[in-house]
């Protein structure tokens, strides 16, 4: 039988699915999931003082922190994805000053170009110093902090699949608001059948494909946004100007791993079409799907939609 189970975990929306020989056996297999997922937000969110996150940010300028080596590994992780992407992924982007992005409240007009540029100084993985001999983080700057917004979905998705397969679990899905993991298949034998949404109505889709053992994540101006003068400006800051980027609706990452689709899903935003494109087509086992502004979808090289 298959099983779904909703959550709110992290402050996305969480659905696990097993397929297992019955109602019980599922339910604790996905509880096994969802309690990986908080130990994960403990250790990564930014909004309790005893995260080791909070613990990196508030000794930035200050001290080294020794970490988990979950969490080095992670950040190390973080650092070689933003030289891949020059800045474009940056997990110090968490210094940026919320007054100037505030999706959830009313903006009537857009902020100070040059004081939104000077909001984005503090961004910069470079200044994310590694010791991995004494596994020690050091923010070099003081006001300098990190998340892991960009990443953080699609590791929890990575290491709920891995905990049910630990658990013989062998089909299943861990989708975390649109960043989904998937192995197996459904009970008739069939491959998982997902579905990309469709960004000017984000409750239905443009296109499904097949697939098994593959992650999938979208990041997408329909989520997080605001109007100023009739133009959509959406929740995806370019951390080299501090202004929202413009001229892609939604990008789809096609990989191996959640964590890696939910890590490119944005920079290929900040990149924008032509160079992003580009980017993910010299990458090996990477599909990528852009749909502008205008509607127009463009799919890397190796993209074979059903």
């Not at 992290?10 to 096994?32: A, H, Q, Y």
Request: hydrophobic share 40%; proline share 3%; glycine share 8%.
């Amino acid at each position: 039988m298959l099983l779904k189970k909703v959550e709110k975990l992290m402050g996305n929306r969480f659905e696990i699915s097993v397929i297992g020989p019955d109602e019980n056996w599922c339910t604790n297999k996905i509880n096994l999931a969802i309690e990986e997922i908080r130990r994960i937000e403990r250790l990564l969110t930014t909004f309790s003082n005893e995260s080791i996150t909070y613990q990196i940010n508030e000794n930035a300028g200050i001290k080294p922190i020794e970490v988990p080596d979950e969490v080095f590994n992670l950040i190390q992780r973080c650092q070689m994805i933003s030289q891949m992407t020059q800045g474009a992924f940056d997990i110090s982007y968490g210094g940026l000053d919320k007054k100037f992005w505030n999706f959830d409240t009313k903006m009537t007009s857009l902020p100070d170009p040059e004081l939104a540029k000077k909001s984005v100084e503090l961004i910069n993985y470079k200044n994310i110093i590694l010791d991995s001999e004494t596994k020690t983080v050091f923010l070099k700057k003081a006001g300098m902090r990190i998340g892991f917004g960009g990443i953080g979905k699609g590791y929890a998705a990575e290491m709920a699949k891995k905990i049910l397969k630990e658990n013989e679990v062998k089909s299943g899905i861990v989708n975390a608001s649109g960043d989904l993991s998937a192995w197996g298949h459904q009970e008739n034998g069939n491959p998982w059948t997902i579905g990309v949404a469709d960004p000017n109505h984000r409750n239905e889709i443009f296109s499904t494909f097949n697939i098994t053992n593959t992650a999938v994540a979208t990041s997408g101006n329909y989520e997080k946004f605001v109007m100023i003068g009739n133009k959509k400006y959406s929740h995806t800051i370019d951390p080299k100007t501090g202004f929202p980027v413009r001229g892609i609706k939604s990008v789809t990452i096609i990989a191996q791993n959640a964590e890696i689709a939910d890590a490119l899903a944005t920079p290929v935003t900040v990149m924008g079409i032509e160079v992003g494109m580009d980017f993910i087509n010299q990458l090996k086992n990477i599909g990528c799907i852009i749909i502008d502004d205008n509607d127009k979808k463009y799919f890397s090289k190796n993209i074979n939609l059903t």
